[in-house]
């Protein structure tokens, strides 16, 4: 398939749906930025096809940015995924400010009528105040979007020896190496987690958007990666946009292993703990001989030592559960990566961010390490995340 069709595969899906969503963003920013406040013609017409302007490129965007390698594609990405942001907490502020001004139109109502020009006056006070508090929004979120925490998480595991407690995994996820996030992240990153001393490194997914041969130099630094045991990798839903199979056998290359519905045992002064790793859910999707098998990842293993599941996807926990697991590390999420999504995620998956408990199984969910999209974060900061276990 020809690098056009490529892309069009892989984004058919959000030009579908994602037009009819921006129409609609981009209709109602215009309603309350121009329309209803009565603004003069010149800036009219001039706010009027800004707004189209940057409604079409972001569409037009994305999909070229598939047909380039990304250090050319950035160039128009960044401005293109700064506005995705943007515009997102100018609605989000507006549709806020437009409830808290029908609540007072109907609070002034009731003293005496409200004339046009009051009501214009009103519906230009809300919009400043939408606009001021959207743009403050976006630049915090532009300032966190790039910053990295370490956060340290200890977890109590009962099948777990006096022998290994201590022992640290440190967790990446969803890091989304691409046109937006290049070498120098990544090699921040590795510096980062070599400083931790880990025991285990865990990658859980979504570490790539694209191709290897664009990509196989900003994906480099994970060779340096050091700990005890090595560094562990499952496939996200995106690596089944950019050749999952390509990646897998690359990560190789690297000294990465790739955990592909099978366990490892790790060993530490004579005593096992297990590590398991199964597909993404939507590997299903792709002919590629790739499927989710928690069942043959664990199987043959000695019940008696403790296990812990790579899983790109939280909703894993479910069948963790009744196969014994301890611990599961998950990401898929981003914590929502701008507030307030990880509200709309809790729909669909059964734990957005953090440390849960499912019965006798721990789970723990990154909010990633880097970002997907708008290079923002809201109310959820990307992590390297050191978990220690704890013999209980």
Known sequence: MSKLGEAWTSLSGFLLLGVGWLAFEHYYLWVRLVR????????????????VVLAVSIPVGVFASRLVPPEWSVWWLTPV???????????????????????ASFSLMGSEPMDAGRRQALARMSA?????????????????????????VEVPLRKLPPELDGLSIVQLSDMHIGPMIGRDFVEHVVRTVNELAPDVVAITGDLVDGSVEDLARHVAPLANLSSTHGTYFVTGNHEYHADASRWCEHLGQLG?????????????????????GIDDYESAHFDIGHRVDLPGAVAGRDTRRALILLAHQPKAIHEAVRHGVDLQLSGHTHGGQMWPMGWLLRLGQP???????????WVYVSSGTGFSGPPMRLGAPAEITQLVLRAV
Not at 256 to 276: F, I
């Open 36 to 51: 209803d406040v009565g603004l003069p013609k010149p800036a009219a017409w001039t706010l009027t096809w800004s707004l």
């Open 81 to 103: 995924y700064v506005w995705i942001g943007v515009s997102t907490l100018l609605l989000m502020s507006l549709v806020v400010a437009d409830v808290l001004r029908v609540g």
């Open 128 to 152: 400043l105040v939408a606009v001021t508090a959207g743009l403050v929004a976006s630049g915090w979120g532009l300032r966190e979007g790039r910053r990295v925490r370490v956060k340290r």
């Open 256 to 276: 990465v292993r790739v955990l592909r519905n099978e366990y490892v045992e790790l060993e530490r002064d004579g005593q096992v703990l297990h590590l398991a």
């Open 351 to 361: 734990v957005v961010a953090g440390l849960a408990r499912f019965s006798e199984t």
